[in-house]
């Protein structure tokens, strides 16, 4: 009898998963543009262009919400963002987003894994090269940098979790979140698609890559590219293509010294800054990281394209299941074992 109704049960459940399963998966893509200064584009496989659309409609709602708390140069009404926090913050506690204050708290734990590398407080810094980025007249004086670089620690901006503020003890500081926000937020979205009907996707937001779940289309896994540093953007023919890597369930983010930058006296000045230096990182092309969390990533991606190679492999193993992929000024490229396991240039496909 037990026997029997144990059959029943298995048999009505698959009948029931059969019913379920109704139409079969297809591809559908979306794109859109205006948040953290990139197309976003989303590939997914579902049953329906309406479960596409209402699974995207929100992840896009949601870039949008996060670009807003994010932006550093621009007010939204109603919004307590980073731009408004940096205006206000040296004259007292000031009220911030609880996304502001969850990505700040989240920088305050992962920066000292980070040899120094990345500091979101360097906002000062960062702000006298993205001032000479969109008018590069005279190079910015060093005397200049140095002072600002009075004004980069961490410790002078106090979080108060329970009453939801942001103090700067010292005045003069800014936060600086270019390093992190984007992954930090496709990490948000893509957590919310995989507990979504469609889990098997991936988002590409300019250099930061977040696959899902696998393909449902026989394939294992989802295929990155990760672009030559002197390639040409717009080149359909491949001719823009490092690698490719071949992954799920993990983010795939490249920092590049041709990402962002301007010509100047026929030298190359980007956006990633030593903050031993003061000067743009000139030690590597692009570095590309593969870790499962994209916050991760962006913050490991930003870190590596800094430190010299020895110190990057120390942080790099400190965060297990961790991978890179260097690319020297040389052009020459080097990688972990475990990158190797997944890039075509070294036999991997996503079979
Ligand atoms: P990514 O493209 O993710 O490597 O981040 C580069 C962005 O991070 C820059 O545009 C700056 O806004 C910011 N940034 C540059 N250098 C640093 C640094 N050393 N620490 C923290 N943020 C930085
Ligand atoms: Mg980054």
Redesign the pocket.
């Known amino acids: 009898m037990k026997r029997c109704i144990v059959l029943l049960v298995a048999v009505s459940l698959c009948f029931s998963m059969t019913a379920c399963a109704g139409e079969p998966y297809a591809k559908y893509t979306m794109s859109f543009f205006g948040t953290f200064d990139t197309f976003v584009t989303i590939i997914g496989f579902a049953r329906s262009q309406e479960t596409f659309d209402k699974v995207t409609a929100a992840a896009q709602t949601r870039f949008e919400r996060l670009h807003q708390v994010y932006d550093g140069y621009t007010a939204y009404e109603g919004v307590a963002n980073l731009y408004a926090l940096n205006q206000e913050a040296a004259k007292g506690p000031v009220r911030v987003e609880p996304e502001l204050m969850e990505l700040l708290l989240y920088c305050r734990e992962m920066q000292p894994k980070l040899a120094g590398?990345?500091?979101?407080a360097?906002g000062a810094v960062?702000r006298v090269w993205h001032d000479f980025r969109e008018d590069p007249v005279a190079l910015p004086e060093m005397k200049k940098l140095q002072d600002a670089a009075k004004h980069i620690n961490f410790d002078d901006v106090k979080l108060d979790e329970e009453s939801g503020t942001v103090e700067f003890l010292d005045p003069a500081l800014k936060l600086?979140l270019?390093?992190v926000a984007k992954g930090y937020a496709t990490e948000v979205v893509a957590k919310e698609m995989l507990a979504s009907e469609m889990p098997s996707f991936i988002i590409g937001a300019g250099?930061n890559v977040r696959a899902g779940n696998p393909p449902k289309d026989g394939r294992k896994r989802w295929t990155v590219q990760v672009e030559d540093p002197d390639g040409n953007v717009f080149a359909t023919d491949g001719s823009d293509r490092l690698d490719l890597i071949y992954t799920a369930n993990a983010s795939v983010v490249t920092?590049g010294d041709y990402?962002?930058y301007v010509m100047f006296d026929e030298k190359r000045y980007h956006?990633?800054?030593?903050?031993e230096t003061l000067m743009p990182a000139d030690a590597l092309r692009a570095v590309t990281v593969v870790v499962e969390d994209s916050g991760l990533a962006?913050l490991l991606?930003?870190a590596l394209?800094?430190l010299p190679y020895d110190t990057a492999m120390e942080v790099l193993q400190s965060f297990p299941g961790a991978e890179a992929m260097w690319v020297l000024p040389d052009r020459s490229v080097v990688m972990t074992d475990g990158m190797k396991k997944i890039t075509s240039s070294h036999g991997a496909t996503n079979k």
Do not use: E, K
């Open positions: 590398a990345v500091n979101i360097l960062l600086d270019g390093a250099g920092s990402q962002r956006h990633i800054i030593s903050p962006d991606s930003t394209f800094i």
